[in-house]
């Protein structure tokens, strides 16, 4: 069984930028897609970035592109989210899952494996 464990999150202004990490144990991930998701107080859990299990294909939400960049080092077992030009409607808890194969889909269902977040707050 895996276990995701994000580091990375805090609190800056708007305009800052801020790098998520998230390592996993207990197996490899290097064969299977990874993906950021975000969830606001009383909203629900959307997609953010997803990557491909050998990093050559990148989907983001719309809402990021330009801004965010995910990236892993299969090596280490850990995948990124390098955050720029934060803006307040960023301000989430940030979680990393795994998917059930190799592919950066945007279907929250798609992945079966979940860290515990990491909280990230952009202040005006």
């Known amino acids: 069984q895996v276990q995701l464990v994000e580091s990375g999150g805090g609190s800056v202004q708007a305009g800052g930028s801020l790098r998520l990490s998230c390592t996993a144990s207990g197996r490899t991930v290097s064969n299977n897609g990874m993906a950021w998701f975000r969830q606001a107080p009383g909203w629900e859990r959307i997609f953010v970035a997803a990557i491909g299990s050998a990093g050559a294909v990148r989907n983001y939400a719309d809402s990021v592109k330009g801004r965010f960049t995910i990236s892993r080092d299969n090596a280490q077992n850990t995948i990124y989210l390098n955050m720029n030009s934060l803006n307040p409607e960023d301000t989430s808890v940030y979680y990393c899952?795994?998917?059930?194969?190799?592919?950066?889909?945007?279907?929250?269902?798609?992945?079966?494996?979940w860290g515990q977040g990491t909280q990230v707050t952009v202040s005006s």
């Open positions: 899952a795994k998917h059930k194969w190799s592919w950066p889909s945007r279907d929250l269902e798609d992945y079966d494996a």
